[in-house]
């Protein structure tokens, strides 16, 4: 007969779980940043996952599956009409537990969909082979911008936000496949030139450029040009105690302008106990 550990140990046991889990995300968020193309590859994966992930977990699931694209525990799966391929290997994260105010987190194993086998299908937003789902996604982040969106002569690229004119400027004759690309950093860098003026340029860069890949990712468009360019330059930030704040930050852009876009497009079926559009927390 299995004995009762005292609760106050057990408590322990659980904060000691969590402890190292948390330690685990961190490392591999750190592993990430030691290269322009790892950030490239992890953002724009963390946007095909649907943003919803914590920066955290989605280090972990990336980490071991890098073309990930859907993850959820067995039994989310089997309500779906999806079943975990046998010996598939999980992976432990930290979830959200709970109601919304008073939710904890907890260790979780999860599984990606590509683990996974069934008659109900899992489809991902494609939008580089419909133009009319390309032009909506357009007019919704420019519906999106605080400030006004007009055409000009962009100094390089599609788009391109003017500080001193308080304006997004975007090239006449670029293609909806180059907005999509650019119009995400331009609408981050005018909210920072709004709210956070004070924001240091690197972090501007970082944070435009990470909603830019991150939006990419979630809608199957090509990753803006030189992003692991523009990533190298900006690793630097990431330090041991500022790289989760950073992802984070840049999850928020990335989650807001993903979601306005999503608004307008047309409804996909996923399975009948779609967690898509759950955020978590951990």
Known sequence: MNERIPLEEWKEQKKAEREALADKQLAAMEGFCTSGK??????????????RLSSGNAALVLEQIPMARAVN???????????????????????????RKGYYLAPETVFDVSQTHGDLPYPQR???????????????????????VENGQPTAGAAEYRAGEQRIVV????????????????????????????????????????????????????APAESDVLMEKCKHILGHDTVREHFDNAR???????????????????????????????
């Open 73 to 99: 525990p067995i039994r989310v799966w089997n309500q779906g009409g999806r079943f975990v391929n046998k010996g598939a290997k999980g992976i432990t994260v930290l979830a959200r537990k709970g109601a």
């Open 252 to 282: 928020e852009f990335a989650r807001t302008i993903g979601n306005q876009i999503e608004q307008h497009l047309p409804k996909q079926q996923y399975h009948a106990r779609d967690v898509r559009g759950k955020d978590e927390r951990g």
């Open 126 to 148: 494609d939008l580089k082979n419909d133009a009319a789902q390309m032009r909506t996604a357009v007019q919704s982040m420019v519906e999106l911008a605080r400030v006004p």
């Open 171 to 222: 090239r006449k004759d670029a293609s909806d496949i180059e907005l999509l690309q650019a119009l995400p950093a331009a609408l981050v860098q005018s909210c920072l030139a709004m709210d956070a003026p004070d924001t240091r340029p690197d972090e501007i860069r970082f944070l435009s450029g990470a909603a830019a890949l991150e939006v990419c990712g979630r809608f199957g468009l090509p």
């Open 38 to 51: 790892a950030l490239s590859v992890y953002l724009y994966g963390r946007g095909r996952l649907g943003s």
